[in-house]
């Protein structure tokens, strides 16, 4: 006589009969059907427990439920897209992309099944990407691969000046405060975070000193840097943070084109981890748009000034600040004009969603990362030892950098901004935000394909490419040689100029696997990317 099976707790687990199968898989399945009539409330009872766990964030047990559930009822349309949410929570969007859909084909099509098919469907995007870009960084460049100089391509790096001591800072933060205060104190927040940040052969400097600024433009031609954009701090004819390049201006020295990158916002506590406390307000009047673009005039006269167009460039943080930024733009035409100068060539920075340039009187766009990078599919999953007490957010670096690459193109003048990587912890130490599994050879790739996108899609005299940033120490976005890498983030930066015979940008290779996918023969069992 046959031995009786016993049914586990949940049909989930491994059958008793000792085939390494699960019960639902094995002797579960040769289980009377339970009539039609009861089925859909056991089902529904089941799926509301699940709904409990996973409102719990106890994923595992909710998606055991939901598992039973569908056993009872396959139809139950309600437990089919909760499944697939609990899916996509867990990580594993091509299986939450067939419970969705199933969910529709069995009637339940509403705003919120269609928004959560659409995460996870920018989920296995963002997945292939990744692994487009991560394949893109182990091709090695050779000599014989194609060269882009940088006359063709000019790449320009954005420059931190707080590295010295002002008045307003000693008096907000302490004496003696610098931005190197905030670098050293930060601590790790996972396994293996690499924090502190350490300098390099720079070491801990001041911008104050001439060679200091000698070294790093140096460093910046060899690697194939063209240019530094310098944040310009100017509040109604108060300057800050403004020696080191005034320093620069007056001494003709280093040899090095720059330009101005107006960050045009207040300054607040939180912007160091603390609260709203506003230290200085940014504001705007007719008088004062004028006195701004008179003081940068000398600037636009050094024959180091980077231009556009034959145009000086001209960068601004945040364009909607201005009540009218067109009628802005046109009295610095006036001005310019009037001293014998051209308009500036005015680029505004997409540190948030708003309208094309042209609306703004502007000239074109440049982006911004980590600004506009929520999109929940870029989210770093399986980080280890994360701190209890850690409220931040972690972000999967090459996820990130191949939604940045693989992103529509504007109709507009539109610049690309790429990051060796981003970690802020020095300023928010437990409410920052954190890209992991950034590397030289990720940068590399990343960076790659920008070139290759300004190349092509830029027209000559245009062609730039933006990197943030040359030296933001306490962001953890920097070129500078630091302990960890040494000149590998520089080094990266030169080798994206080589490009392959066979280089393909991620949004090609993008492109080419989502159309393979769609090709293949439907299926019920996920799809799974590698």
Same mark, same amino acid.
């Given at each position: 006589?046959?031995?009786?099976?016993?049914?586990?707790?949940?049909?989930?687990?491994?059958?008793?009969?000792?085939?390494?199968?699960?019960?639902?898989?094995?002797?579960?399945?040769?289980?009377?059907?339970?009539?039609?009539?009861?089925?859909?409330?056991?089902?529904?009872?089941?799926?509301?427990?699940?709904?409990?766990?996973?409102?719990?964030?106890?994923?595992?047990?909710?998606?055991?439920?939901?598992?039973?559930?569908?056993?009872?009822?396959?139809?139950?349309?309600?437990?089919?897209?909760?499944?697939?949410?609990?899916?996509?929570?867990?990580?594993?969007?091509?299986?939450?992309?067939?419970?969705?859909?199933?969910?529709?084909?069995?009637?339940?099509?509403?705003?919120?099944?269609?928004?959560?098919?659409?995460?996870?469907?920018?989920?296995?995007?963002?997945?292939?990407?990744?692994?487009?870009?991560?394949?893109?960084?182990?091709?090695?460049?050779?000599?014989?691969?194609?060269?882009?100089?940088?006359?063709?391509?000019?790449?320009?790096?954005?420059?931190?000046?707080?590295?010295?001591?002002?008045?307003?800072?000693?008096?907000?933060?302490?004496?003696?405060?610098?931005?190197?205060?905030?670098?050293?104190?930060?601590?790790?927040?996972?396994?293996?975070?690499?924090?502190?940040?350490?300098?390099?052969?720079?070491?801990?400097?001041?911008?104050?000193?001439?060679?200091?600024?000698?070294?790093?433009?140096?460093?910046?031609?060899?690697?194939?840097?063209?240019?530094?954009?310098?944040?310009?701090?100017?509040?109604?004819?108060?300057?800050?943070?403004?020696?080191?390049?005034?320093?620069?201006?007056?001494?003709?020295?280093?040899?090095?084109?720059?330009?101005?990158?107006?960050?045009?916002?207040?300054?607040?506590?939180?912007?160091?981890?603390?609260?709203?406390?506003?230290?200085?307000?940014?504001?705007?009047?007719?008088?004062?748009?004028?006195?701004?673009?008179?003081?940068?005039?000398?600037?636009?006269?050094?024959?180091?000034?980077?231009?556009?167009?034959?145009?000086?460039? =001209?960068?601004?943080? &945040?364009?909607?600040? +201005?009540? %009218? /930024?067109?009628?802005?733009? #046109?009295?610095? @035409?006036?001005?310019?004009?009037?001293?014998?100068?051209?308009?500036?060539?005015?680029?505004?920075?997409?540190?948030?969603?708003?309208?094309?340039?042209?609306?703004?009187?502007?000239?074109?766009?440049?982006?911004?990362?980590?600004?506009?990078?929520?999109?929940?599919?870029?989210?770093?999953?399986?980080?280890?030892?994360?701190?209890?007490?850690?409220?931040?957010?972690?972000?999967?670096?090459?996820?990130?950098?191949?939604?940045?690459?693989?992103?529509?193109?504007?109709?507009?003048?539109?610049?690309?901004?790429?990051?060796?990587?981003?970690?802020?912890?020095?300023?928010?130490?437990?409410?920052?935000?954190?890209?992991?599994?950034?590397?030289?050879?990720?940068?590399?790739?990343?960076?790659?394909?920008?070139?290759?996108?300004?190349?092509?899609? =830029?027209?000559?005299? &245009?062609?730039?490419? +933006?990197? %943030? /940033?040359?030296?933001?120490? #306490?962001?953890? @976005?920097?070129?500078?040689?630091?302990?960890?890498?040494?000149?590998?983030?520089?080094?990266?930066?030169?080798?994206?100029?080589?490009?392959?015979?066979?280089?393909?940008?991620?949004?090609?290779?993008?492109?080419?696997?989502?159309?393979?996918?769609?090709?293949?023969?439907?299926?019920?069992?996920?799809?799974?990317?590698?």
């Amino acid at each position: 006589m046959q031995e009786k099976i016993v049914a586990p707790a949940s049909r989930n687990d491994v059958c008793p009969c000792g085939s390494g199968k699960r019960y639902k898989h094995c002797h579960g399945q040769s289980s009377p059907a339970k009539p039609v009539a009861t089925q859909g409330v056991d089902a529904l009872s089941v799926m509301y427990r699940a709904l409990t766990a996973q409102q719990a964030g106890r994923l595992r047990e909710a998606r055991e439920l939901y598992d039973e559930a569908l056993a009872i009822d396959p139809n139950q349309a309600d437990a089919l897209h909760m499944r697939g949410v609990v899916s996509l929570s867990e990580g594993d969007p091509e299986s939450a992309i067939t419970f969705i859909e199933a969910a529709i084909s069995k009637g339940l099509d509403n705003g919120d099944v269609r928004y959560n098919l659409s995460l996870a469907l920018e989920a296995v995007r963002a997945r292939i990407g990744a692994n487009a870009l991560i394949d893109s960084a182990a091709t090695e460049h050779k000599s014989t691969d194609r060269f882009i100089s940088p006359q063709e391509v000019q790449l320009l790096a954005y420059f931190l000046p707080q590295f010295h001591e002002i008045p307003e800072n000693n008096l907000w933060w302490g004496e003696g405060f610098t931005e190197w205060t905030n670098v050293r104190r930060a601590t790790a927040n996972f396994d293996g975070h690499d924090q502190p940040r350490i300098p390099g052969e720079l070491g801990y400097y001041n911008l104050l000193d001439p060679n200091v600024r000698e070294r790093q433009a140096a460093l910046a031609k060899q690697f194939g840097i063209t240019g530094f954009c310098y944040y310009h701090y100017w509040f109604k004819g108060r300057r800050l943070l403004e020696a080191p390049l005034e320093q620069v201006l007056k001494s003709g020295k280093p040899d090095f084109p720059f330009c101005v990158f107006w960050a045009n916002e207040n300054w607040s506590k939180r912007w160091d981890g603390g609260n709203n406390e506003m230290l200085i307000e940014q504001t705007h009047d007719d008088a004062d748009d004028l006195a701004f673009i008179e003081h940068l005039l000398p600037y636009f006269a050094d024959h180091r000034y980077i231009r556009i167009d034959g145009r000086p460039l =001209l960068m601004i943080y &945040r364009i909607e600040q +201005f009540a %009218n /930024a067109r009628r802005t733009i #046109a009295k610095w @035409a006036e001005v310019c004009r009037a001293h014998g100068e051209v308009p500036p060539y005015v680029v505004k920075a997409d540190t948030r969603v708003s309208p094309a340039p042209h609306i703004f009187g502007a000239d074109a766009s440049v982006e911004f990362p980590p600004h506009r990078l929520a999109a929940s599919s870029l989210l770093a999953r399986n980080v280890q030892g994360v701190r209890e007490d850690y409220k931040g957010v972690l972000i999967d670096y090459p996820a990130a950098a191949a939604y940045l690459a693989t992103a529509p193109e504007p109709v507009h003048t539109h610049f690309r901004t790429t990051m060796p990587g981003w970690d802020n912890s020095a300023r928010k130490q437990l409410d920052g935000s954190i890209f992991v599994r950034s590397s030289p050879s990720l940068f590399t790739a990343w960076l790659r394909d920008t070139m290759v996108r300004a190349e092509t899609m =830029l027209p000559p005299g &245009r062609r730039l490419v +933006f990197v %943030n /940033a040359w030296n933001e120490w #306490a962001e953890g @976005a920097y070129l500078e040689p630091d302990q960890t890498h040494g000149r590998a983030m520089l080094e990266a930066a030169l080798a994206a100029r080589y490009v392959p015979a066979d280089f393909q940008r991620v949004s090609e290779r993008l492109k080419a696997e989502v159309t393979r996918l769609a090709s293949l023969p439907p299926t019920t069992a996920p799809r799974r990317a590698r």
